[in-house]
């Protein structure tokens, strides 16, 4: 087997379990291309920011996103020195692009508010 390729079996199983939640794969997925913050988030899947922060943090926790302030706001990204980003890529290349989501963000006048 290639030993880059290879990832432990608790370490795929953790990832796919947090994966298994539909906002959390459709999160990581538009995080994978774009930074947003907590209120972006809360506003495009119509969830409590509060909500939206467990998610991230649950994310958070196995280092798969990481976060960055810009003045009061802080932005959220796929973390891409992940030691299984490979491994992470090669599912969500799978997946269909989220960014319509910010799109309409956007058409709503929403995403600007965190700039």
Known sequence: MDTKA?????KAAQILKLFGDKT???MIKLLQTNECC????????????????????KLKDIGLVKEKRKGQ???YSINQTHKHYNFLVS????LP???DRLIELE?????????
């Not at 290879?6 to 608790?10: F, N």
């Not at 907590?38 to 998610?55: C, D, N, R, T, W």
């Open 97 to 99: 692009t989220q960014d």
């Open 6 to 10: 290879s990832i432990e079996m608790e």
């Open 24 to 26: 959390r794969l459709s």
């Open 91 to 94: 599912i969500l290349d799978s």
């Open 107 to 115: 058409k709503q006048g929403l995403r600007i508010s965190c700039c």
């Open 73 to 75: 706001w802080i932005f």
């Open 38 to 57: 907590v209120s972006e988030l809360a506003g495009i899947y119509k969830a409590s920011q509060p909500a939206m922060s467990q998610h991230l943090r």
